[in-house]
């Protein structure tokens, strides 16, 4: 299972999602009867707050806990965003239900997109990586690279992600169709199996090279077909990525 979310929030999951399995009457590896109802609401309200908690945790803390490590991927000219000559990438993957995915393409996305992409500095790559415990993240990255396919990816991925909150096949088919995507080309690239094989090599691709959940990103230069570059892991506040985006941008000028 692929996931993200931060450490205290891992240790307390699996026996609280063992435990809601049996209440839900899901397979479980665990003795006895299960628990009740009751018990099993409890549970949820308690992993409620405890993301809750998370998200309002000091941005000093988030860049601490800000990981970096080399890496080599492929490059890719689909879902980019951004002048193919600028001497700096950041490729992004993502899962469309992914609350803090969401507080990336919120918070820090806009100044980044701003600062650098529209200035020609950076070149933007969104990867797919949906996590297995959220419904709606395969079919959302599916339906956006088929809006791609017909020139309507970015409307399309901005739309889901503003729209995370009420994701479902029919809410996302509507809001590919409302870009202009034509439907009968949208549904048989929806229904490709090689449409969802691109969307599992993308999250292959991201565990190979050490992203455990979302968001993850590579900030790369690019050398001939391939990235090389570093992971930042999370949904890191925008100095993060400005500091290392500035630094990498001030080797590539060779300071």
């Given at each position: 299972?692929?996931?993200?979310?931060?450490?205290?929030?891992?240790?307390l999951?699996?026996a609280?999602?063992?435990?809601?399995g049996?209440?839900l009457?899901?397979c479980?590896?665990?003795?006895?009867?299960g628990?009740?109802r009751e018990?099993?609401?409890?549970?949820?309200?308690?992993?409620?707050?405890?993301?809750?908690a998370?998200?309002?945790?000091?941005?000093?803390?988030?860049?601490?806990?800000a990981?970096a490590?080399?890496?080599?991927i492929?490059?890719?000219?689909?879902?980019?965003?951004?002048s193919?000559?600028?001497?700096?990438?950041?490729?992004e993957f993502?899962d469309?239900?992914?609350?803090f995915?969401?507080?990336?393409?919120?918070r820090?996305?806009?100044?980044?997109k701003?600062?650098?992409?529209d200035?020609?500095k950076?070149?933007?790559?969104v990867?797919?990586?949906?996590?297995t415990f959220?419904?709606?993240?395969?079919p959302?990255?599916?339906?956006?690279?088929?809006?791609?396919a017909?020139g309507?990816f970015?409307?399309v991925h901005e739309?889901?992600?503003n729209?995370?909150?009420?994701?479902?096949?029919a809410?996302?088919?509507?809001?590919?169709?409302?870009f202009?995507?034509?439907?009968?080309?949208?549904d048989?690239?929806?229904?490709?199996?090689?449409t969802?094989?691109?969307?599992?090599?993308?999250?292959?691709?991201?565990?190979?090279?050490?992203?455990n959940?979302?968001p993850?990103?590579v900030l790369?230069?690019?050398?001939?077909?391939?990235?090389?570059?570093?992971?930042?892991l999370g949904?890191?506040?925008?100095?993060?990525f400005t500091?290392?985006?500035?630094?990498?941008?001030?080797?590539?000028?060779g300071?």
């Amino acid at each position: 299972m692929r996931l993200s979310h931060p450490l205290p929030f891992l240790r307390l999951l699996p026996a609280a999602l063992v435990a809601l399995g049996g209440a839900l009457g899901g397979c479980t590896v665990q003795n006895g009867n299960g628990i009740t109802r009751e018990q099993g609401d409890a549970i949820l309200a308690e992993l409620r707050e405890i993301r809750r908690a998370l998200a309002d945790q000091p941005k000093t803390k988030e860049a601490d806990a800000a990981q970096a490590g080399k890496v080599e991927i492929d490059d890719t000219s689909r879902q980019v965003l951004g002048s193919p000559d600028a001497p700096v990438t950041l490729v992004e993957f993502t899962d469309y239900q992914c609350p803090f995915c969401k507080r990336f393409h919120d918070r820090t996305w806009p100044e980044l997109k701003k600062k650098y992409i529209d200035t020609g500095k950076v070149r933007y790559v969104v990867r797919d990586m949906p996590l297995t415990f959220h419904e709606q993240a395969e079919p959302a990255a599916i339906a956006a690279r088929c809006a791609g396919a017909q020139g309507k990816f970015w409307p399309v991925h901005e739309a889901l992600f503003n729209a995370q909150e009420t994701l479902s096949p029919a809410m996302i088919r509507k809001t590919a169709l409302g870009f202009g995507v034509e439907a009968g080309e949208f549904d048989r690239c929806s229904k490709d199996p090689a449409t969802r094989a691109a969307v599992d090599a993308d999250a292959s691709e991201a565990e190979r090279i050490g992203v455990n959940g979302t968001p993850g990103f590579v900030l790369a230069e690019k050398k001939g077909a391939k990235l090389d570059g570093v992971l930042i892991l999370g949904a890191q506040p925008t100095n993060v990525f400005t500091s290392r985006i500035d630094a990498l941008l001030g080797q590539a000028k060779g300071e």
